[in-house]
């Protein structure tokens, strides 16, 4: 049944408008050489699925980042061998940022997904352990010859980064259905007031707040709803007594350190253009406390919620921003948040309209063989 439409502004026309359209071309890694082939494609979504990657041959990146759960796992903290400090975040949409990890680290999918493998905390695996599946069983052998158009051979570190691109190469595939906001923005953008009349009254009133008073789009711009920078946003840096999380200003030093950054030799670009960006970052010490800003495509499927799992409802993350108290900004930051003073009704449409961006994805069809 037609509802009623509230009276936009061309102004709010055209900042809604900048938020589509919906989904995005399909993106391309010029560091990757297998980003986009299908070769590449499946033999990453296989890698993707198998544990004995992992040191105890019982992990794998589907085990935190599982379709059901929208790519991720659901916890407030992710869990490998260990309990993490920081939440397991989706991977929808990942192949459309340029920073990866919740501080940065990485400056290309394919650099984000070694970091996981290696880890003690995490999957605790290896190089060698790596090279050798990927040498030794026939099936993923066969894989990757096609994907690389040579075998694979006994550099383990390569066979690792090779891997880590494939992993790249299908998570990039994974984007999200489109949503009641991108059918309301598409009407409204080219003047469909009937069909814009469908979205309901408070998701429209939410969607005024958010791009309004409350200047959310500030930084969950564009149709990703996500700058893909960092901010300080007044949630508590300490993880335990005496230890902090430095978010952004950890991020930096790993990934200046890091072998697999876009400045070495694993970058398959040969113009370096994809390396500007890592060559010019600065390491500031206001980057302290900030982590990144999350796409809020189907945010409300992806509790809990900020970096640490600290607020586990999208009533609470409103209540957050509604109330935040400026004095647990980092004092070296640009504040990029006020408190908002939201009545009910506001947060309520706020979070109404939040809603919006979820859909629920159709099943995923099992992986295509490998060596067909």
Known sequence: MAQELLDWSADEVRAIGRHGPWPPSPVRDPSNRVSGT???????????????????GRMSCATCHQAGRDWSDGRAKGFGTVELDRRTPSLWNVGHAHWFGWDGAGDSLWAQAIRPILDPREMGGSAARVGRLVRNDKLLACGYER?????????????????????????????????RFDAFRDALVTGDRAAAARYPLPEQRGLRLFIGVGNCDTCHFGPRFTNGEFGDIGIAFFVRPGEVDSGRLGGLARLASSPFNLLGRYNDDASGASAQRTRHVQRLHANFGEFRVPSLRQVGRAAAYMHDGSLATLEEVVGHYSGVDPDRLHSDGTPLVRPLGLSPQERTDLVAFLRSLDVDPPPRPPPPPLCP
């Open 147 to 179: 994907a690389f158009g040579t075998r694979a051979g006994d550099d383990d570190e390569r066979l690792l980064v090779d891997s880590a691109k494939a992993l790249a190469a299908f998570q990039a595939t994974l984007v999200s259905p489109r949503t």
């Open 38 to 56: 299908p070769a590449g494609i499946v033999l990453g979504e296989h890698l993707f699925n198998d544990p004995r990657v992992s040191a105890n």
